[in-house]
């Protein structure tokens, strides 16, 4: 019998080359009127693309108030800053365009602004730590949100949580509520074209971190499952030719839906330890998310294979590297091996030290690992010292 669930996903997703042309329809039909532009600074504020949502946005009448300030790693202070440019613009709606940074800042100021400063506010006065910390919760939704992701890796235009940072307690710390699903994602593949290759890497693991931690999840349920599975074999045969030939659109369109199908995944089942190690690494040491998550991913699936090589094998044949009538053992060691050597291929360190994280850092990474909200979710229940191994081994080899 199939297992009870509760699946939800209410963003509308508009996917297709050149679709970030209809921002400003798909704006006049929710009835926004005055929105924040949010963006990255540099040449995400001088792309094209960003130009093209702008333009139509003006066209349908629609009054722009531009906020080009969310580089990687969005901080407390950033949100904070963008949610007061949704109060001082008076602005009813918010469009996010780029990477998993600047759509995490928008989706986190638009709950803050509407829990904090907008006029009907329940908590007036309070931080944003205040919620990172549980002292307060999100009870009320922002306003309505368009995300057009730019890059094929986070899946945050299609998901209930953002990611922030806490600069000062050197930490990275997510939220997940049902107000953070943007109303509308505008999946356009002809915008990530442009992403260099190394980019083009580091997000494309991050979707097959996501892939691989919400079909192996406890929390996985036979829809997130059927999900998981369309993402992975995309995955593994699209981001060796996105990463060769950024102009090969049918490649990129692959790695763009599987982004996206992942991120709807993930937000039903959580993440696992790959996350829990790669959040520290990132507010520790600067590294990127996707990187992280692209070095840790394999010594992760093979530290669960090791005990748990039945939802492993499932992995193998959901990325197209099982064998019939191989063993699950056989087929998990399939499943490690053929990430470890996609990440090798597209030029991805084999680990830690290989990224320049100290050996200093790791008590700090660990004990921040061993916090991970989403710890119950692995399919493997890690203990601390389980936890300690893995990373030692994803350190040093």
């Known amino acids: ?31 926004l009127r005055r929105v924040l532009l949010v963006s990255g600074p540099g040449s995400t504020a001088r792309s094209a693309g960003l130009a093209l949502a702008r333009k139509s946005l003006e ?9 080009p300030k969310a580089s990687s790693d969005p901080t407390v202070e950033l949100v904070e800053e963008a949610a007061r440019a949704i109060a001082d613009g008076a602005c009813d709606g918010v469009v996010a365009y780029g990477g998993g940074s600047p759509i995490d800042c928008a989706k986190a100021a638009s709950l803050f602004a509407a829990a904090s400063l907008l006029p009907g506010a329940n908590h007036p006065g309070s931080g944003y730590r205040d919620f990172l910390r549980g002292r307060e919760i999100f009870d009320r939704p922002g306003p309505p949100l368009i995300a057009i992701p730019t890059t094929a890796g986070s899946g945050s235009e299609v998901s209930s949580a953002a990611v922030v940072t806490d600069s000062g307690a050197l930490r990275k710390s997510g939220l997940s509520s049902d107000f953070f699903f943007p109303r509308v994602a505008i999946v356009d593949p002809g915008l990530h074209a442009s992403m260099p290759a190394d980019l083009t890497a580091a997000t494309g693991m991050d979707a097959l971190t996501h892939t691989a931690e919400s079909l192996l999840s406890r929390n996985a349920t036979p829809l997130t499952g059927v999900l998981c599975a369309e993402a992975a074999w995309r995955i593994m045969k699209a981001l060796p030719r996105a990463h060769a030939s950024g102009g090969d659109l049918e490649a ?8 996206t199908v ?11 330890m790959v996350h829990g190690f790669a959040h520290p690494v990132g507010a520790r040491c600067g590294v990127a998310h996707g990187l992280a998550n692209a070095v840790l991913l394999p010594w992760l699936l093979e530290a669960i294979a090791e005990t748990m090589p039945f939802p492993m094998a499932r992995l193998a044949v959901a990325m197209g590297v099982g064998r019939p009538g191989a063993s699950d053992a056989d087929n998990a060691a399939a499943a490690s091996n053929s990430v470890r ?5 597209l030029g991805i360190p084999r680990t830690l030290s290989g990224l320049g994280v100290p050996a200093s850092e790791l008590p700090g990474i660990l004990a921040d690992a061993i916090a991970y909200r989403g710890r119950a979710g692995s399919p493997r229940a890690f203990s601390d010292d389980e936890l300690r191994a893995v990373l030692d081994r994803a350190f040093s080899g």
């Open 1 to 31: 019998m199939l297992p009870s669930f509760v699946f939800r996903s209410p963003t509308r997703i508009v996917f297709g080359p050149g679709r970030v042309s209809e921002t400003g329809a798909l704006a006049a039909a929710i009835g």
């Open 59 to 67: 066209e349908q009448g629609i009054a722009v108030v531009a906020f």
């Open 252 to 259: 990129r369109a692959d790695m763009a839906y599987a982004s």
């Open 262 to 272: 992942a991120g709807i995944a993930f937000s039903q089942t959580g993440l696992g």
């Open 341 to 345: 050597e996609l990440g090798a291929g």
